[in-house]
């Protein structure tokens, strides 16, 4: 098997390209390689012969998608819906990260992947127009919704909050917003599960085990940097409303996937979410 990581310069692509070029032969590219353009794509394809793609490029600014709306749908929207042409001409298949943005459940069940889509901004308006692009374009597709992923590389909250409890005197944390933490790594090992025994094409659901609200993660990566020495001295974390932090994209309040088909087809095992984030920081040290 030859994997294709698109987007391998991302928090995602790295920590994948990583864990997979230590069993597979791989191919990656990033931003040389313009998922947007299909004489590229094609080029690329016909030059390294991947017997699948896994696509990981994504604009990933949320809140920046309000306003940077074409480059946000160039690339979420587009760039799924060339790289599902012409892998069909190529007779392979694609695995595509999205996201939980394009749902907006509500509580207490876990989303399934048969959910209405129902984006409340325009990252996840983006991102579902790629999910149905890509199924039009090439029926040999797995998307894999994630949700709250941090990892080794580039900005995400677990660095965020690090940062701010070893500069703020206390800080300030939604809590009516809940999900499921997810690390790249783990998601990582499920998209290679998929990879290497590409059946069941469809929609798929990947998180860490486990709900959460922001508030409450923020609490336990404190607790845990504390006990693992990252950390010198306790803050307060305060409980916040999301209506009290205001930001230009609306989220879901709602977030929390069912990953019951995913274990199912793919026999994956997914970690408690707080147990990921302890082997994380461990790395991090």
């Not at 325009?122 to 894999?144: C, F, M, Q």
């Not at 020495?229 to 069912?258: M, Y």
Request: net charge negative; glycine share 6%.
């Amino acid at each position: 098997m030859k994997f294709w990581i698109t987007g391998s310069k991302g928090m995602l692509g790295q920590d994948l390209y990583a864990l997979a070029r230590n069993s597979f032969e791989v191919c990656e590219s990033d931003i040389e390689v313009d998922i947007t353009d299909e004489t590229a794509v094609s080029g690329y394809i016909s030059a390294n012969k991947p017997n699948i793609i896994i696509n990981c490029a994504a604009y990933t600014a949320v809140d920046n998608a309000e306003t940077e709306i074409e480059l946000n749908r160039k690339l979420n929207t587009l760039g799924p819906e060339v790289l599902g042409k012409c892998s069909a001409k190529a007779g392979i298949g694609v695995i595509h990260i999205s996201t939980d943005y394009v749902l907006n459940g509500n509580a207490p069940n876990p989303l399934t992947e048969d959910e209405p889509i129902n984006p409340i901004n325009e990252y996840g308006r983006a991102k579902a127009e790629g999910e149905a692009s890509l199924a039009k374009t090439n029926p040999s597709h797995w998307i894999v919704r994630t949700a709250w992923l941090y990892g080794f590389h580039g900005k995400n909250f677990v660095k965020t909050m690090l940062n701010l409890m070893r500069t703020k005197e206390q800080i300030s944390v939604v809590s009516d917003q809940l999900g499921n933490p997810t690390w790249t790594c783990d998601l990582a090992e499920a998209i290679l599960k998929i990879a290497e025994n590409p059946k069941h094409p469809g929609i798929y659901h990947f998180t860490g085990e486990g709900i959460a609200s922001w508030y409450d993660f923020a609490k336990e990566i404190q607790k845990q940097a504390l006990q693992k020495k990252l950390l010198e001295r306790e803050i307060p974390v305060l409980p916040v409303s999301s209506t009290e932090w205001k930001s230009p994209a609306k989220r879901p309040s709602w977030s929390a996937l069912d990953k019951t088909k995913i274990k199912k087809h793919f026999d994956v095992n997914i970690n408690e979410w707080q147990n990921s984030l302890s082997k994380y920081l461990e790395l991090e040290k």
